[in-house]
């Protein structure tokens, strides 16, 4: 059973508190895997974005915002 909110939480911490390319790195595959189960959710894509513009992934940071 996946939980989204949870999985944006998790993520948030791992990309904010963490950061180191790693768990930034994992945090977008847990975003990505959320975005699966709830397309909708605001945060998840707004976390998303974030991280790709961290990452320099330029057109990706575009639209996911």
Same mark, same amino acid.
């Given at each position: 059973? &996946?939980? +989204?909110?949870?999985?944006?939480?998790? !993520?948030? /911490?791992?990309? @904010?508190? #963490?950061?180191?390319?790693?768990?930034?790195?994992?945090?977008? @595959?847990?975003?990505?895997?959320?975005? /699966?189960?709830? +397309? @909708? #959710?605001? &945060?998840? %894509?707004?976390?998303?974005?974030?991280? %790709?513009?961290?990452? @320099?992934?330029? !057109? +990706?940071? !575009?639209?996911?915002?």
């Amino acid at each position: 059973m &996946d939980f +989204p909110e949870l999985m944006i939480m998790l !993520a948030g /911490v791992l990309f @904010q508190e #963490s950061g180191t390319e790693e768990d930034t790195l994992r945090s977008k @595959q847990l975003l990505e895997r959320c975005i /699966v189960i709830e +397309p @909708q #959710s605001a &945060d998840a %894509h707004l976390l998303k974005g974030k991280i %790709h513009h961290k990452l @320099q992934e330029w !057109a +990706p940071a !575009a639209t996911s915002l």
